[in-house]
């Protein structure tokens, strides 16, 4: 495992600013609780309140690495951040996971009601792409190119495919192949057109962008197989009392289709790819390999 965490100064000790960042650029963004209509309004940000906001720090991990002024980076951060939240409260709905919790309190359809969950999550996804094309630090074409980056990660082909296929997924056994296919799309599309935001941003040449590719992509398949191994440790840790969600549904996961040892070794050797492929964007790569080590090290 790499040892940049030990290194000083390191990145960790600037999160805290890029979350205040985050926040400040968020609250700017959404409106007003009492704008009318303020029942959706109101749970908009009950959408978007919590959460780690990996995503958004993995924005400015990439635009710091590349020497991007954090003002030119706060549209991208918030622009995945809403699309993650309309994600989860879509997610959530009785049609889809039908999750009663999320982040330790009512989801937005238990909290409200189920059509202003739907309708909170049809806003925000609209809110991202606005953010984007009100970006006054970047210029035109660079808007136009995060606006396709971030509408191909969010659709068909991206996330919502991903989505998709996964619901189909249920009852079924997938090869390893098409497990790792489906969660490129659901989980990490999300995560590499972080990478690629930032990318545009700094106007990175094709070499570093084909980097960054390699990085973003990874450190999201990395991601899910570390979410089935902690899920499945969770599972034997209860005795089974307490089921994954996968497990429930009876969905393919990697560690049912690995075994939950090579499963780890698997999203290791990701983690290892992802800190050669940073490496290879920057002599002082730091922040990605931070995010990196901090990605790997989660328990939860």
């Not at 790499?2 to 600037?14: C, G, H, K, N, W």
């Not at 700094?202 to 398949?221: F, K, M, S, T």
């Not at 005795?239 to 939950?260: C, E, H, I, R, Y």
């Amino acid at each position: 495992m790499s040892l940049i965490s030990q290194e000083v100064p390191a990145f960790d000790t600037r999160v805290p600013a890029y979350l205040q960042r985050l926040e400040r650029a968020m609250d700017a963004l959404l409106p007003p609780a009492g704008t009318d209509p303020d029942r959706l309004h109101q749970a908009m940000r009950y959408a978007c309140d919590g959460g780690k906001h990996l995503r958004a720090l993995m924005v400015y991990a990439t635009g710091e690495t590349l020497g991007v002024a954090p003002e030119c980076l706060d549209p991208a951060a918030c622009a995945v951040e809403l699309i993650h939240a309309y994600s989860l409260v879509h997610d959530d709905l009785p049609g889809m996971d039908n999750d009663d919790l999320r982040r330790g309190r009512p989801t937005v359809h238990k909290a409200f009601d189920i059509a202003t969950a739907i309708l909170v999550g049809d806003a925000l996804q609209t809110l991202a792409f606005e953010a984007l094309a009100n970006a006054g630090a970047i210029d035109a074409e660079q808007k136009v190119r995060m606006i396709r980056s971030l509408a191909h990660a969010s659709g068909s082909l991206g996330m919502v495919g991903g989505q998709a296929v996964d619901m189909a997924s249920e009852n079924l056994t997938l090869n390893i192949g098409q497990l790792e296919s489906l969660h490129a799309r659901k989980t990490g599309a999300l995560i590499l057109v972080t990478c690629q935001l930032a990318g545009i941003a700094a106007r990175a040449p094709e070499q570093v962008r084909h980097a960054l590719d390699r990085y973003g992509r990874c450190i999201g398949l990395a991601f899910q197989i570390q979410d089935d191994v902690l899920d499945q440790i969770a599972d034997t840790a209860t005795l089974g009392k307490t089921a994954g969600k996968d497990q429930v549904q009876n969905k393919s996961t990697f560690p049912s289709l690995l075994g939950l040892e090579q499963a780890q070794h698997r999203a290791n050797a990701l983690f290892d790819e992802a800190r050669d492929a940073a490496r290879s964007i920057s002599g002082d790569a730091e922040p990605l390999l931070w995010l990196a080590d901090h990605i790997q090290q989660r328990d939860h």
